[in-house]
């Protein structure tokens, strides 16, 4: 697929500069935009639970996380506030979470319309994409499962981007998508249990 540097540059609230002098390559680059993209409403709603249930830990490791990504794209006004927050949540700075965690979040939310182009056009293109087999995606499936319990990152990366150069038919998509996500967070006993389905 080929990734449209002169698009990257025009998506407001990100720095393409950043972005590559953090994640080494535009493929890199646009695999981690993505990859934030996707998680923008399960981050948010981590961070909210978890402050509203009190858990200040889980919300400081979340924020710490956010503010690692936010960066790794090069969301500078994000990453910065999210730092604020962590460093909030470490002292448990109730008060201070309290007066800009709102901030955060909305600000965090609205790349879900700032990215909204970039990524609907990459879904346009995968589209294009030519069908993948029934044994091809087997193979894919078995591998994953070989690979998996040994939490080997380079090569369920490897498989990933593999699939990701097919079109996945719908009864697969959302589990790959799953997976995709899983990997990205590290969350391994997720992925073997959408693997053991």
């Not at 609230?13 to 080494?24: A, E």
Request: hydrophobic residues 35%.
């Amino acid at each position: 697929m080929n990734i449209n540097k002169i698009e990257l540059s025009k998506v407001d609230g990100i720095s393409l500069m950043d972005g590559l002098k953090y994640c080494g390559s535009l493929k890199d680059f646009d695999k981690f935009l993505e990859s934030f993209y996707n998680d923008i409403d399960y981050n948010a709603s981590i961070l909210e639970d978890s402050y509203s249930k009190g858990d200040i830990s889980l919300f400081t490791i979340k924020v710490h996380a956010l503010k690692t990504s936010a960066r790794m794209i090069g969301a500078k006004e994000l990453s910065s506030e999210a730092l604020a927050l962590e460093m909030a949540g470490k002292s448990y700075n109730t008060d201070y979470i309290n007066a800009n965690l709102d901030e955060l979040l909305t600000l965090l939310r609205s790349y879900k319309g700032k990215l909204e182009n970039y990524i609907s056009e990459k879904q346009r293109l995968k589209a294009e994409k030519k069908p993948i087999s029934d044994d091809e995606l087997d193979q894919a499936f078995d591998a994953l499962r070989e690979v998996c319990p040994s939490m080997d990152y380079g090569a369920v990366e490897m498989i990933l981007d593999e699939l990701n150069t097919y079109q996945i038919p719908k009864s697969h998509k959302s589990q790959i998508d799953e997976i995709t996500n899983h990997f990205h967070r590290l969350e391994w006993d997720e992925i073997d249990k959408i693997l053991m389905v």
